[in-house]
Every structure is written in structure tokens, then in C-alpha cells.
């Protein structure tokens, strides 16, 4: 334990003070009088607007967020989100990735392959009153699917319009549904990106760290067809001419100065219970960090002198790592903060509150009741539920359970498929049967999945899947397993692509009649699995009732304190403020808000991750500052903190001065503001940004990306 | 490389700037201006008269510093200088070292046990001419025996003044000889020391770290016979009455404010040359780096599953880690500076200063080159001087060294002996011989010998002792080596510590009759080592003519650019002088120059070395300030940086006021400073003392030492 929380008194976390906030765009009016005392200079109705500028040049490259800069339809993002792209580009002989890219001209522009996506939000629609009618009524199996088929209908009813998609957004748990519309252009080129140790400079030894130093800044541009409507990739296409776009300022910001970030932010859990902090913080998250690290300890064997398994594994491992980290980050905020206490006497106050008046009572008696009751229901089984999902870490057995479904689904109306097997996500489906082989191993495939079933044989025997244990003959425990599933391996021919693309397209009986023990195994549980998803969907719609019910008290008791509330981050659009500023992460050391260039050189070892281009660091020795310096640090501004409230999703977000203008992209948190996903903490919670002016310091003295600059509105006769 | 560097412009390095500089106290009036300009407010004459306020207050114990605070004898110095002490007095049953020690009055103080000494300077003369008188005709072997005899001779006559003890020490490399005396009290009690997870809290995980919280202070007091003159420890002595000490000041100091440290520095290598840094840095060090990991390895691998092994070998091996952090702290410094290249750019400078005239050039012309040679001289035999020193690395055979070599220095006249043989230091030579057993294991002892030899056998034929491979058979190798050395390990007696005492005794014939194979081995490298010694003298003797010579020539350069000089440490008093200041350790950090009370709680963990009494973290949880609060940062300052020159020795320090009174004490340099040995970097050399005001609380809240607090004339109703 850590004992300086008892220090701090116990104060109720109460949403919305100081810069915290993901806000919807149409709520910004509410809390017009703080953004206007942090600095904006605009009038915050115009942000509530999706269609005006600044809102309409923000755009969402699913799980990555990104913004048009010019009238040409040129995107900035981060390094990191078009990395995947960078990849896709990059040859042995040719090797974009590491040395960077940066096209003369539009014919040199690089089409980025396809599934290639470029969203803009095009209509928000207020859909609450349509999906919650009549749910009352229902049970919580019947309340799931009257749900999901409205969800559906209206998707489907949106996407009629060619050329978008739409997704109905919940928030608050459930309180209030929003359809949102899409533009969806398919054609996006590759611009321009920085050399690899400029964009990604200090790698995973930085990552989530300050001091930072990373120009995590890279350019796409989005074409369409000369119609001027969304396109798949054409030699004919044009430049896509978007509505609005952001006017950057390569004045940049200053300490304390007013900064306003937009994107996409993931999921965040402020308004969960404490009952679920204290499940997740003592349970999921230390048992995710042995799955995780025992994930690691069989690749690592298992892959030990085989550089090819090596490779094929070397995207899981850093994907773990990362969560790894992540979830280490959360652990450790979670013990030098006092969340928990926090979380309870918030609780205690909303209880107290609700009994406070008869009318209140009334209407909220047993909110809070009723959904913690159902949480710890759903808690009672998080030991089988945690090893059942592990059952499915065979990437075979995963694709066999896909193919099985997917002919099952087909069976029925597109209307009536479960919506990841709908029409719409096929070529997702298809796609992650082809590029399966890039990264399966047999060896380790049966290793982790092995691991996983003798894992799950801990389990008392009648919480087992019997069709599971009879299939693989666990009755007598776990004896001859490994030979069993050798056999399972040398049997199955799921690992030649030609043959899943053939299965993706099999009827049920055919696959009912395959010797492929995978697909057999696959046939054998699908009824498990089927009552299993069932009963879910039905929690799942017990939730649905009463989570917002819990949100509807506890919006309506912070209110009665004159508080506005933001709903938990969604993936939907959303605009956080705050300023620049630097903190101390620790007594008697401060991060200043501001990194220089000399940082990089200080770093500098000459391999990577800390291995700029030669040329960058000739300039950085010669002291080569140029226009874009910051006379207060006396050096060009690199990367700087602020105290906007945002988390994953939010990467390539621009970030914009008092005037809406483009002064840096978002592009990470600090490790001390992993744990903001549930706990908000202003002392400590900060975002991380790269700096206009680097980017502009780099696109004109490293790269002579001239022309970019005159598309930007920044010469250099300025 | 780290390429930062080259952004420096090279610029000589000059001492004396800004507040670099270990003055010997009577050049304080010197540097007038600049200590005034800092902030010191007594006259700085003051300071240069050794008898007087303040610096008669300072005592040497020996390795450390200290002063009296009390006219009563009361003697402040670190937790780690008193550590020794408290082992001595702990037991399984009263553990003082862990729980802490505060004396009610003074019939409960302890006495620390026996070679305890408190030395009080009490005269300091030149002599340089007596020593150097003639010397000039002199070659090295002979120079060299000329200054060791007027050393003893000197030495003796002013250690005739009984309870004295007297040292010749030389400045600027034998350009000045200094005799200094002390009077050194012998009976000295423990009075108070804190708990050992506030004096040592952070231990070696924060050793040399920043931020630090470290309440690194302890109280001695010494005594003396009823007389007023040193004695051994009796119920009789009384406390000594010392003729200056120091106030405290529970005020303390602020960031920025003027601190004075006065102590006893042991060793810096200001004015090496480029040759001398370029061998240390890129050879001695590195291969340091590798001789202690190899021999960290070897004890780990034989105490493994031996604990009373594992205790014996305890304290060499925080030792060599301790050394080993250092070491490497010395080469990031030197990595990350271009040190190097200013230390030959100010030969350069020189070299031209030397021929800008025809004066000049006559009298300084060969001192630079001259120097330069003997060093590479004595650089080309480093690999066989390094390996034959590790030859020692058995206790067992460099016990037999010293007894045999007792026996023969025993037949001299004490005034010919060689100066550790002599009588005044038999009490220490015996003490050794009493204590091996605790640190002696004969597995891990054979193992670190065995690897020593080894390493020496891969020496040319020609480099290496014909006395020692003949007695170990090594001719064709070392086949059949572990069984001879297991042999002796068997039969020698030398791990007995009554025999060991019995042959301290012993005539040379009765050594050269002994079976024992060490005290054989001994007599068989006797003539060998004494050979190798004189040679060694020999050069030391030249080095005793060039080193000088090159000094003068530096001093009159630096004199000539109006700078004032300062001698390397060499353990003699010194006073430097600075500011409350911290520091940016790199590009987007600060160190503030304050650590709180709270950092403490932020650093619990409740396992050592973060694990303080319940009490003091009850206190802080409390937020309880009390009076010794500093209001620009809202709480009790504990640790503090500054940019005082220390290095090690000067620990124990009392770090002193702008009015000379003591604000708190020196315990450590920050890792960034480890290099300031070889180079002060004011941008990022500082020291870390503990707070007198941190010091005042730990005694009035959580040890209640309030007799204390008036002995230090702050006594709780003031």
C-alpha cells in the first residue's frame, strides 16, 4: 500500500471540474463560460456544429483520428497511425518505412491499399426516443435483440445513402442513442511521413514516457472519383475538396496558453461503480498481467531460434507488451491514488442524495441497488468466463468457429445475422482469412491453446464445457492432451488459405461433414456457444436497463450541484480543452511543458529507437533553429504536455489554439495519466503533443517538403 | 558517442569559475569578493584562521566529516559515517542500528569502541621548503626515500606532543607541502542517531539519486580525561569543552541562498592531464567495470546457498556494487561531456602561454611534455601492473604478505620503516589481523584467487614472476591449478586468528621456516615485490619532480588570466562555497532543489529501504509541519541541492549559512556530479545535503530528543 493517499482527503470525484471532459460537440454551449475563462476565442457554439469548420475538417480513420489541413483534401495524422500503411508501402529495396517518404507531387502520391478508410462525420442524429420505446417492457434476452434489430434497421436504413456508414453510438450506458453518418472515401494516398526515428524516435523505450521527442506527424491526402463522390482507388480520381479544413499556425502555443483537442477517444469508465473499479483493479487487470506475461514466456520459448515464427509472432508480442505496459500503468495509478475510496463515497453521497427528498426517492430508489446486485452477479462467474474466452487463443479453433457461424449465419435474412456476420463486415471477414498465415505458427498456436486448456481444467468439473472435454477426451484430465492436439494440428488443413477462403463459402452441412478436427471441434460446441452468447445478450440487456437508469441519477444529481457531465468516451466525436502545462510527476522533480531540440540530441545513441537521420542531427549540432523557435526555450519546440482529457482513439487528433487553428497533434498520454481512463486526476493527468513548429522544422529543413508548406499556408517567404 | 557534445562550443576549461573550487581556508581571503558577491556575510578572514569560529568547530573522523554543535562536546556528522558504530553497538536482542538510539543524558551514552577518534585541527604549517630542500639534485629513487624520511621525521617530531596526530600533506602535486596536527580525542559516544530507515532511507536505490529523502544526520559526542586532555575511554572523562562551535539555525536557507561546506575532501583529479583522463576513461575504468562485475559473479556463485558465507562476503560485495555505481556514473559523465577534448585544448593554450615569451618559455618549457612522457611511461606496463595487483586478491596471501614483511620492518629502526610498518600504525596492522575471519571465506577466497591468476597467466612469459609460477607449478599452465590451491587452502593455519596473532610476532627466520604454504609464498615474491616497490618509488620520485614543475607552470598560466587556483582534494581541510540550486539532468526535467516530507510517504513501501518508523509516516499522513516548515514549498524541506564542489570525504560536512551557522549537513553528490571528481560542470554538478530543519523535526516529533534541541539552543518554546 501506498500510504501518502491517506493524505488527501477523501474528496467525491464529482465529473467536470478543472480541464477534465470528453465532450459531445453539441454540449460545448452548456459549458461556454469555462471554455471561454481557459482562453477560446471563438464562439464555442461553432463547435457544436459537425458541419462548420472547425469540426467538418475532423476526421476518423477508425481507431486513429486526423484532420484535413488544406483545400486539397491533404489529411495530418500520426506517424504511428499510417505506420501500418508505411508498412504496406515499404520493400526491401525500397524501404519507406525507415527512410520516409514524401511525394514530389500528386502523380507520386502512394495509394495506401485497400481497406483504406477516410471518415467524415457527416449527420448526428438524436435516435433515443426510437431505440428505447417500448424496452421497458422486455426481459433482458428480449430487450438485447429488440435493441440490436433497431440498431440494425437503422444502420442499414442510413447506409442506403451510397457511399457512408453509420454506426448508432449509446451513451451514458445506454441513456441517449445517436445515429451517426459518415462520408467514407476509399481512396487515401500517402503523402508524407517522416524517416522512421524521427516519427517513432524513442519506440517503445518512450512510449507513454516525457521527456518526449517523437515527430509522430505524417500527411495522406483523400481522393474521389471526378464525380466528386467516394471512389475505391482510380488513376482518375481527384483530390477530394473537403467543406472545411484547419488553417495551421506555425506560431504554435505557449506555456499556459489555450489548447482544444478533437477526435475519436476509445472507451473510458469515469461513471463506473466501485464495485467494478475494485473487480477490475484487484482482479482483471493483475490476472491480464499473468495471462499476459505467461502469453509472452510460451512465444519467447516457442519461437527461440526460428527467426520465421519470430516474425510471425513479433506483432502479437508487441501488442502485448504494450498492453502489458498499459496495464501496468493502470495498476500502478490505481496504488498512489485513493479511486476506490473516492468511488464509494461518491456512491454514499448519490445514496444519500437519493434519499434526501420523496419525489427523488421515487424516481431513483433502487438505481444504484439494482446495478450493483447485477454486477456482482455477472462477477460470480469471471473465473470461467476469463478461461472459456482463453479457450479461443487457437487461432485455428477461432477460424474454425468463424467458418462454422458464418455458414449458419448465412442461413438467415442479412436483417437477422448477428452483426459482425452481416453483409456489410464479409469482406472483414474474408480479409482476416486471408492474412491469416502472416501471422500463425503452428508450434505456437498449439502451445498457447495447450496452455490455455490445462489452464482451463482447473476449473471444477461442472463448470466445464462437456462437449469440449468429450471432444478432446478430458475426462481423466489432461493425459495425452499434448499428443492429442498434435494430431488435431498434423490433421488440419485450416492453415492453407485456399482452403478457408473455399470453407468461408461452405453450407453447415457440408462443414458438419468435415474430417477437419478443427471444424468438427468447432460443430461440436456451436449449441454451447449459441446458449452461452445467449444468456449474455440477456445480462447484456439487464445492463441496458438498468445502467442508464443508474446514469439518469447520477446526471440528475450532479446537476442539482450545477455541474455539466460528459458521457464516457464511445469512439464517437468529441472535443476535450485545456492548456499547456508541464506537472510533477514526483516530489521534488517537474516535467517542464516543453522539449527541445537539443533533447533529441541528448538521446541519440545512433541506433534505433534513437536514430534520427544524420542531416537532422548535423542541424541540431550546428544549432540550426530557423523560423520555427520558441524564444522562451530558446529551441524549437518539439513535443509539449497539456491538460486536455483524452485517451486511445485519440491519437492524430489536431490539436488547436484559442482560435481553432492547427498547433500539434495529440499523439500519447504520460504514463501517470494511464489510469485517466477511470480517474481523471488533474495533477497529474497529462496528454502529450507534437508541436506544430517541429513539424514544420522538419518538413523544411530535414525533408525540403517546400511544397507542403505552400499547401499548409506556410512559405518560407513568410 | 552521444552527439550532443559537439554543441559545446570547446571551451578551455578554467578552475575557478562560478562555484566550482575546494579552497584550502587560507586562500578564502582570495576570493573576497566572489564569496561576498555569493552571499557570505562574515569576513571572510574569519575563515582562513583555523583556530578560529567556524572552522575550529570542524572535526575529521577520519573518512568523514563533522563538527561540534554544543559547547559540550556535541559532535553532528551522517547516519552512514556513524554506521560502523552502530553495528558495533547492536545486538539480536537491542537493535540499534535498526531501531534507532537516543541517549536520555549523558550517563547513557555510549561508547563507540575501540580506534574510535574525533580529530580536532589545531595547527597547520608550511613546510614546503624543509621538504623540498635539495631535492632537485636528487633521481627518483632517491628523491623519493629523501621526502618519505623528512615525512617521518616531521611526523614523529610533532606526534611527540602527546595525544596528537600529525600529516604531512602535499599540494598540487609536491609543489607544497603542508604539516598539519591534530588533536585526537579518543573516547567518543554514541548521543543520538535517527531510525535506519530515516537515516539510510532509500538506500542504495537512492544512492546518489535525486530526488532524495534521506535524513542522513547522527550525533557523537566526545570526551576526555578530567584533565581536559584526550584520553582512552573511562567512567571518569568528562565531555570535552571545544573552543568553537557551531550555532545552529532552525531558519535554514532558501532556494538561491548562500551555503559554505567545510570539510575534509579526499581526492580529485582537477589538473591531470588529457593522457591521464584519456587512460582513465577509456582503460582503467572500463576495465574496473569488468573486474568487479567478474568478481561480483565469482561471490555470487560460491556464497549461492551458503548463507554465513553470503554475510562474510556482505560488505564487499555493497562495495564493489557501491564502486562498481561510480565507476559507471564516471564514464556516463565523461560520455556525455566532451572533457576530453577541453582538457587538450587547454594544453594547447598553455603550451602556447609556455612559448609566448622568451621568460616564460626558459622557465616552464619542458614541464608540460616532460610530465606527459613519465605518464606514458608508466601507462605501458597498466595491463601487467593491474594483473599483479589482482594477484593480492586472496586475503590469505596478502596476510602472509604483511607478516613477513612485519618480520623484516621489524628489524629496522622505526624511522626507517616503511611508513604502514611503523609503530604508530601496529594497532591498526594487529586490528586487521583480529577481524579477517569475519569477512574470510576459504571457498570464495580460492575462487577469487584462482580467477586472478588466471587472468595473470595471460600475460607474455617475459611479464610474468618467475617466483610466483615456480612455486605454483605454472610452467605449462594452469592444468592442475585448483587442486595445488585447494592444497594450500588445506593446509595453512592462517584462517586460525590466535596463530595469525602468534606469527605477528614472529622473526623472519622463524617465517622462513614456517610449512605454511601462504607465509612460503610470501617469502618466495619478497625480494620480487620489494624490487617492483622500489621501482615503483623510484617513478613516484620522479613523478615528484615533474609534477610540481608542471603545476607551477599551470598556476602561473591561470594567474596570469587573474584566476585564483585551488589545490586538488587530498583529503586535507577545504571550504567551498555556492548556492541552494537545482538543476535540469536533462531536456525536459527539472530537479527542484527541495524534497518534502510528502516525498517520503510517496516513496513508502514498508520494505527496506523505504520503510520508516510508523510514527514518523503517522506524522506525515498528518500533514504535521510543526515549526520547521519552509513556506515556499508548504512543508518541512528534507534533502537540498546546491552547487558546492564536495567529493567523498566531505561527508558528514556541516553545510553552513551566509553567517557561518549551521543549516544542515553534506551526505552525497547527485549521480550527474559523480564525474565532477575529473570535471565540474556547473550546469549540472551538485551536492545533496539533508536539511537542518528536517533534522530539528525527525528530533522533536518523531524521537522526542528535546534535551537535544536544547543542547542545540532550540529548545521548543522558542
Chains 1, 2 share one sequence.
Not at 454540449?27 to 459537425?50: N, V, Y
Not at 449465419?409 to 448477428?418: A, P, V, W
Not at 486536455?644 to 491519437?651: A, L
Request: hydrophobic share 35%; charged share 30%.
Amino acid at each position: 500500500m501506498k500510504r501518502w493517499l491517506l493524505l488527501l482527503s477523501i474528496f467525491v470525484c464529482l465529473p467536470a471540474m478543472s480541464d477534465e471532459g470528453m465532450w459531445m460537440p453539441i454540449q460545448l454551449p452548456e459549458i461556454e463560460d469555462e471554455l471561454r475563462a481557459t482562453g477560446l476565442e471563438i464562439d464555442p457554439a461553432s463547435l457544436s456544429k459537425l458541419t462548420e469548420h472547425p469540426m467538418a475538417a475532423v476526421v476518423d480513420l477508425g481507431g486513429c483520428s486526423a484532420s484535413f489541413v488544406s483545400p486539397n483534401g491533404l489529411i495530418v495524422t500520426n506517424h504511428h497511425c499510417v505506420y501500418g500503411s508505411l508498412q504496406y508501402l515499404s520493400t526491401p529495396e525500397k524501404n519507406l518505412l525507415q527512410d520516409g517518404f514524401l511525394a514530389g507531387d500528386l502523380d507520386e502520391e502512394l495509394p495506401i491499399g485497400p481497406g483504406s478508410r477516410v471518415r467524415v462525420t457527416v449527420d448526428v442524429t438524436d435516435v433515443t426516443k426510437k431505440v428505447r420505446k417500448g424496452l421497458d417492457e422486455l426481459d433482458g434476452a428480449e430487450r438485447y435483440d429488440r435493441i440490436e434489430r433497431r440498431r440494425k434497421e437503422m444502420v442499414a436504413a442510413c447506409e442506403e445513402d451510397d457511399g457512408h456508414r453509420c454506426r448508432l453510438f449509446s451513451f451514458y450506458g445506454g441513456l441517449q442513442y445517436y445515429l451517426v453518418k459518415q462520408l467514407e472515401l476509399r481512396d487515401v494516398r500517402m503523402v508524407y511521413a517522416p524517416a522512421l526515428w524521427i516519427g517513432r524516435f524513442g519506440g517503445d523505450i518512450d512510449n507513454w514516457m516525457w521527456p518526449r521527442h517523437t515527430g509522430d506527424f505524417s500527411f495522406y491526402r483523400a481522393y474521389v472519383g471526378a464525380d466528386g463522390k467516394p471512389a475505391d482507388h482510380a488513376e482518375s480520381n481527384v483530390p477530394y475538396k473537403p467543406k472545411h479544413f484547419l488553417k495551421t499556425s506555425p506560431e504554435g502555443v505557449e506555456d499556459g496558453g489555450f489548447v482544444m483537442v478533437t477526435g475519436y477517444p476509445g472507451s473510458t469508465g469515469r461513471y463506473r461503480l466501485a464495485a467494478e473499479v475494485e473487480n477490475t483493479f484487484t482482479w482483471s487487470y493483475p490476472m491480464r498481467r499473468k495471462s499476459f506475461d505467461r502469453r509472452l514466456e510460451i512465444i519467447e520459448e516457442h519461437t527461440k531460434d526460428r527467426p520465421d515464427a519470430k516474425i510471425k509472432y513479433a506483432s502479437m508480442v508487441g501488442g502485448i507488451q504494450n498492453a502489458n505496459k498499459n496495464t501496468q500503468g493502470m495498476l500502478d495509478g490505481y496504488a498512489r491514488s485513493n479511486m476506490l475510496e473516492r468511488r464509494r463515497a461518491l456512491e454514499k453521497e448519490l445514496q444519500a442524495w437519493i434519499e434526501s427528498s420523496p419525489e427523488i426517492r421515487k424516481k431513483h430508489e433502487s438505481s444504484l441497488r439494482d446495478l450493483e446486485a447485477l454486477i456482482k452477479e455477472q462477477q460470480s462467474t469471471r473465473e470461467r468466463d476469463r478461461l472459456l474466452v482463453a479457450l479461443s487463443r487457437s487461432t485455428l479453433a477461432s477460424t474454425a468457429g468463424t467458418l462454422y457461424r458464418m455458414s449458419r449465419e448465412k442461413e438467415l435474412d442479412d436483417i437477422d445475422r448477428e452483426p459482425s456476420y452481416q453483409e456489410r463486415n464479409w469482406p472483414r471477414i474474408k480479409a482476416r482469412m486471408q492474412r491469416m498465415d502472416r501471422r500463425f505458427d503452428p508450434r505456437v498456436d498449439r502451445a498457447l491453446w495447450h496452455d490455455a486448456i490445462v489452464q482451463y481444467m482447473e476449473l471444477p468439473a461442472d463448470q466445464r464445457v462437456p462437449e469440449f472435454d468429450k471432444f478432446l477426451k478430458l475426462g481423466k484430465g489432461v493425459d495425452g492432451l499434448e499428443a492429442r492436439l498434435e494430431k488435431m494440428y498434423e490433421k488440419t488443413r485450416l492453415d492453407e488459405q485456399d482452403h478457408r477462403l473455399e470453407l468461408l463459402e461452405a453450407t453447415p452441412k457440408q462443414l458438419e461433414a468435415s474430417e477437419d478436427p478443427f471444424i468438427q471441434l468447432a460443430v461440436a460446441l456451436y449449441d454451447f456457444r449459441r446458449a452461452r452468447e445467449a444468456k449474455q445478450e440477456a445480462i447484456s440487456g439487464e445492463f441496458n436497463a438498468l445502467r442508464p437508469a443508474y446514469m439518469e441519477t447520477m446526471l440528475e444529481f450532479l446537476r442539482s450541484k450545477g455541474r455539466a457531465v460528459y458521457p464516457d468516451a464511445n469512439s464517437s466525436l468529441r472535443v476535450t480543452y485545456g492548456t499547456v502545462k508541464g506537472y510533477s510527476p514526483r516530489d521534488g522533480i517537474v516535467y517542464e511543458p516543453f522539449t527541445r531540440l537539443e533533447g533529441i540530441a541528448e538521446k541519440f545513441t545512433g541506433e534505433e529507437p534513437f536514430a534520427p537521420p544524420a542531416k537532422q542531427m548535423e542541424l541540431i549540432d550546428e544549432g540550426h533553429h530557423g523560423r520555427f523557435s520558441l524564444d522562451s526555450i530558446e529551441s524549437v519546440p518539439v513535443n509539449f504536455l497539456s491538460t486536455v482529457d483524452t485517451t486511445g482513439g485519440n491519437s492524430g487528433s489536431p490539436t488547436l489554439n484559442s482560435k481553432a487553428e492547427l498547433i500539434g497533434l495529440l499523439f500519447d498520454g504520460t504514463y501517470d495519466s494511464i489510469n485517466s481512463d477511470w480517474d481523471f486526476d488533474e495533477r497529474t493527468t497529462r496528454a502529450i503533443h507534437v508541436d506544430v513548429r517541429y513539424m514544420l522544422w522538419v518538413m523544411e529543413h530535414v525533408d525540403n517538403a517546400h511544397h507542403l508548406l505552400v499547401e499548409l499556408g506556410v512559405p518560407a517567404s513568410m
